[in-house]
Nanobody, 124 residues
Framework: QWQLAESGGGLVQPGESLRLSCVAS????????VAWFHQGPGKEREELLC?????????TFVDSVKGRFTISRDNAKNTVYLRMKSLKPEDTGIYSC????????????????WGQGTQVTISS
C-alpha cells in the first residue's frame, strides 16, 4: 500500500531554517512530479513549489517563497525535500506533499496521492 509521509516540521523562531522531507513508500517516486502545499491557519491550501519527474523543471507558484524555499529530490531515497530559510510567522501552517504522474500542475485536483502533512510554526 502506498504512503507519503512528511516530516521535519516543528516550532522555530523567525529567521531560522527548516528542511521538510516527503518520503514515499509502496511506490517509486521516479516517474512522479511532487509538489509541496501550505495551508495557513484559517486559509486555503496553496501550492508552493513543484518538481517534475526528471527533477529538471521546478515551478514556484507563490511569490512570497521565492528566494527562500527550494525543492529538490533524491530518487535513490524516494524522497523530496523542501528547504525553507528566513522563515516568517506567515509561513506557519501545515505543509503537505502530493504526487501526480510525470509533470507538475498548478491545479491541486490534478494530484492524486497526498501525505497527512507536517506542522510548521514560526514564532518568537
Amino acid at each position: 500500500q502506498w504512503q507519503l509521509a512528511e516530516s521535519g516540521g516543528g516550532l522555530v523562531q523567525p529567521g531560522e531554517s527548516l528542511r521538510l522531507s516527503c518520503v514515499a513508500s509502496g511506490f517509486s517516486l521516479d516517474s512522479y512530479a511532487v509538489a509541496w502545499f501550505h495551508q495557513g491557519p484559517g486559509k486555503e491550501r496553496e501550492e508552493l513549489l513543484c518538481i517534475d519527474s526528471t527533477g529538471g523543471a521546478l515551478a514556484t507558484f507563490v511569490d512570497s517563497v521565492k528566494g527562500r524555499f527550494t525543492i529538490s529530490r533524491d530518487n535513490a531515497k524516494n524522497t523530496v525535500y523542501l528547504r525553507m530559510k528566513s522563515l516568517k510567522p506567515e509561513d506557519t501552517g501545515i505543509y503537505s506533499c502530493a504526487t501526480r504522474s510525470v509533470l507538475c500542475s498548478i491545479d491541486p485536483t490534478d494530484f492524486d496521492r497526498w501525505g497527512q502533512g507536517t506542522q510548521v510554526t514560526i514564532s518568537s
